[in-house]
């Protein structure tokens, strides 16, 4: 399994990818793919990582900015993240999100957030803090994980292309 940056002709794939990935998942509304899709026509993937297998797209993570009460920030949401159904369990989505989240280490980003179930995102040092927070958020779904510099506080606001449907 490699993991290397999307290419442009990755778009395609990665829908497919990503409504395989969620589909028939009680906690999504089927429009992950639409919000990568969107994201990306807004220039906003600041990271969009693909995992292959013998050439073969396999898994995909997304990073985009979010901003911090109303301002621009150095903080950025991952997700969504999806992996083959069949490719599942084996190890591709955490070795995506660490992949992700060294890379943002790299480039001095302040922090990542995140909608998901803590039981899974524990494992990376995300964790919820109430000073840091979405408002529309499920209970306990919003996390973060400060990388630099100390965390701020207040609300977030993830990137219009999570609106899209
Ligand atoms: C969630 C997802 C990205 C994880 O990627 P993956 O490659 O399947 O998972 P990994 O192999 O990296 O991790 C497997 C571990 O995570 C656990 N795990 C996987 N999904 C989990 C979940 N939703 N909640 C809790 N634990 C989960 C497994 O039990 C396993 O634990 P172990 O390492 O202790 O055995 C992938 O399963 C997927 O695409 N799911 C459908 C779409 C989705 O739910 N996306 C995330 C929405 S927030």
């Known amino acids: 399994m490699q993991i290397r940056q999307e290419r442009l002709d990755d778009a395609a794939a990665i829908h497919a990818l990503t409504d395989a990935a969620f589909e028939g998942m009680p906690f999504s ?17 600041t990271l969009s990582l693909v995992a292959t297998e013998a050439g073969n797209i396999v898994g995909h993570v997304a990073f985009s900015p979010v901003k911090i009460n109303g301002e621009a920030s150095d903080w ?3 997700g969504p ?6 490719r599942q369990r084996l190890g591709i ?13 790299s480039i001095r980003a302040g922090g990542c957030v995140l ?10 040092g995300f964790e919820s ?7 529309g958020a499920p209970p306990g779904a919003f996390q973060c994980l400060t990388l630099n510099g100390s965390r701020p506080s207040g609300e977030v606001t993830f990137h219009p292309g999570f609106d899209a449907s």
């Open 93 to 105: 989505g955490q070795a995506l999100i660490r992949e992700g989240l060294e890379r943002l280490q």
């Open 81 to 86: 993240v999806s992996v083959w159904p069949g």
């Open 115 to 124: 909608l998901g179930d803590p039981a899974y995102y524990c494992r990376f």
């Open 29 to 45: 509304d089927q429009t992950e793919a639409k919000v990568v899709d969107a994201l990306r026509a807004a220039g906003a993937l």
């Open 76 to 78: 950025y949401a991952l």
């Open 129 to 135: 803090d109430p000073d840091l927070y979405d408002v």
